[in-house]
């Protein structure tokens, strides 16, 4: 198991790039890496660090029906080997289908729409454990994933190994890396974005929300439509859809 030296003063970004390619190169499985490539600056990283590594991989987008255009566009014209793996259900037909939107406590989008993938395969991502409280307390660099999958009526869970190899890279050592190499990434973190994920993600604050439907409307109306939706089948607690609406904004 590698052991994090990042207490160590002694701990230089050289080596913490080597370590990392090792790593890689240590734990290839036979039939390679599955790489979850959101599009974002660590997916870029990882991507990267695997070529260098000289492992055997494919690259997989899981679109969510709620990722920025722009990402859609970055990723198709920089990573043309990336696959684009299309969701069972829209997040529409998801709400539509819960009759409430996702919120912190609810994350009913997640497993249908991007966690689906890998079942049986070495899964390599970008997390890190910097970007939030809860990755931060996971401090795995493998972990072992149990996924419910819905292609019919009938649930089953089946597992997958998921890889972390920047776990404990930080934000400062994902840009060093990039600017080092040169490497492309999505405007929109020159537009300010810290995160680039899914429009409306109840994860993020209501600032960021607000900066994402301001670029995306056509997102922020296909949210709005669906609570409409729900209200017109009668099943909900809130007076109105824009008392639903505000309450989402704001939890």
Avoid at 1 to 20: G, P
Avoid at 111 to 136: C, D, W
Avoid at 156 to 181: C, G, M
Wanted: with cysteine; proline share 5%; aromatic share 12%.
């Amino acid at each position: 198991m590698r052991k994090s030296k990042r207490t160590d003063m002694n701990f230089f970004y050289n080596e913490l790039v080597e370590n990392t390619i090792q790593d890689i190169k240590n734990r290839e499985p036979e039939d390679g890496y599955m790489l979850g490539f959101s599009g974002g600056k660590d997916s870029v990283v990882v991507y990267t660090l695997a070529k260098m590594a000289g492992v055997k991989f494919t690259a997989h987008f899981a679109v969510t029906t709620v990722d920025p255009p722009d990402i859609i566009r970055f990723v198709k014209n920089e990573f043309p080997d990336v696959k684009f793996e299309k969701p069972l259900k829209t997040m529409r037909q998801l709400i539509i289908q819960k009759q409430m939107l996702p919120s912190r406590f609810m994350r009913f989008c997640c497993a249908p729409l991007k966690e689906h993938l890998g079942i049986g395969r070495v899964m390599i991502t970008g997390v890190r454990a910097e970007e939030s409280p809860n990755r931060a307390k996971r401090g795995k660099w493998v972990e072992w994933k149990k996924k419910n999958i819905s292609k019919t009526e009938k649930s089953s869970k089946k597992t997958s190994i998921q890889y972390n190899p920047i776990l404990e890279w930080t934000n400062a050592d994902v840009w060093r890396f990039i600017r080092q190499h040169n490497l492309p990434y999505c405007k929109l973190y020159d537009e300010g974005w810290n995160r680039i994920g899914c429009i409306g993600c109840p994860m993020t604050s209501k600032k960021q929300r607000e900066m994402e439907f301001l670029k995306y409307p056509k997102i922020e109306k296909m949210y709005k439509d669906a609570i409409v939706e729900i209200f017109t089948r009668g099943n909900c607690s809130f007076n109105s859809a824009e008392d639903l609406w505000n309450w989402w904004m704001n939890s």
